[in-house]
């Protein structure tokens, strides 16, 4: 079956740091890719999403480029902040369906 | 423009109660999605729904919980008998339903702990 592994946490930063969290991915066919995120307290958001290779999703800030070939879509940022703390999931949909397999989830805390 | 609502946002329960978790989707979405999230787990599918009909139920624990979506508006979850180890963040996503690119959007959860 499908499957999304991305890199465990936490993640601890200094503000202004580059944020890379790795995510690659097991699945047939052409997936669509997504990253959410989940402030404390509150439900997931989407951050961004790429529906075709070679796509790049772009928010906040932040990117990923949706690589076929080698199944990823690792997501980055180039000056993080205190607001970017929270946890990030990578996650696949089917095109003949709309089920979501997340990641694990990775933790990003960014210290002032 | 209301987003996915769940009621209610906390529940505190004694084990063996029945527990009720409501959901309204954003108007308009016809795929429903009901989530759990602990640290042991992460974050589980139970069960989902296109145009009020389930769709796959498989990661449903046990027959202790049931849902429903009687309409278009309105979704339950249901644990009788709830148990300690339910205690977890429930979460309710609701999506347009087209071919696996749309964007799913999540309510803000209720936190339910079982005594």
């Known amino acids: 079956g499908d499957s999304v592994t991305q890199m465990e946490g936490p993640v601890t930063l200094s503000e202004e740091a580059f944020l890379t969290i790795n995510c690659t991915y097991t699945a047939t066919g052409y997936p669509s890719l997504f990253w959410y995120v989940q402030y404390p307290g509150e ?32 997501l980055e940022k180039g000056s993080v902040q205190v607001s970017d703390s929270a946890v990030y999931f990578c996650a696949l949909t089917q095109a003949a369906g709309n089920k979501l397999t997340f990641g694990g989830g990775t933790r990003v805390l960014v210290k002032p | 423009d209301a987003g996915v609502i769940q009621s209610p946002r906390h529940e505190v329960t004694e084990m063996g109660q029945e527990v009720t978790l409501r959901c309204k989707p954003i108007s ?24 009020n009909v389930p769709i796959d139920d498989s990661g449903m ?47 803000p959860g209720t936190r339910l702990l079982v005594l």
């Not at chain 2, 429903?32 to 787990?41: C, D, G, H, P, S």
């Open chain 1, 43 to 74: 439900g997931l958001q989407l951050l961004l999403k790429a529906t075709k290779a070679d796509d790049k999703g772009s928010n906040k800030g932040f990117e990923a480029t949706y690589r076929k070939e080698t199944t990823s879509f690792h």
């Open chain 2, 61 to 107: 624990p046990e027959d202790r919980f049931s849902a429903k979506m009687p309409n278009a508006s309105f979704s339950t979850l249901k644990i009788q008998p709830s148990e300690p180890r339910d205690s977890a963040v429930y979460f309710c996503a609701s999506s347009p339903l087209a071919g696996g690119r749309e964007t799913q959007y999540f309510g």
């Open chain 2, 28 to 51: 308009g979405h016809n795929s429903l999605f009901w989530y759990r999230q602990t640290m042991m787990r992460g974050l589980e599918l139970l069960i989902y729904f296109n145009n």
